[in-house]
């Protein structure tokens, strides 16, 4: 299984946006929010839209 780490990585690199949905989803669920966040500013910058 991946983490939500791997998770998001592996699926900003293949531009997987229900895998990056999900890897942001358990970032909430294990309590690591700011991790999401992060995350979340980096794709707006590069102008990916999380509908």
């Known amino acids: ?5 791997s998770r ?3 699926s900003m690199c293949i ?3 229900d ?3 999900q890897a942001l989803l358990e970032f ?3 309590g690591l ?3 999401g966040q ?3 500013m980096i ?4 102008g990916v839209v999380l509908a």
């Not at 299984?1 to 780490?5: A, C, K, L």
């Not at 794709?43 to 590069?46: G, T």
């Open 1 to 5: 299984g991946h983490t939500p780490f």
């Open 8 to 10: 998001i990585a592996h």
């Open 15 to 17: 531009q997987d946006i």
């Open 19 to 21: 895998g990056i949905k």
């Open 28 to 30: 909430e669920l294990m």
């Open 33 to 35: 929010s700011f991790y």
């Open 38 to 40: 992060m995350y979340k």
């Open 43 to 46: 794709l707006n910058k590069e």
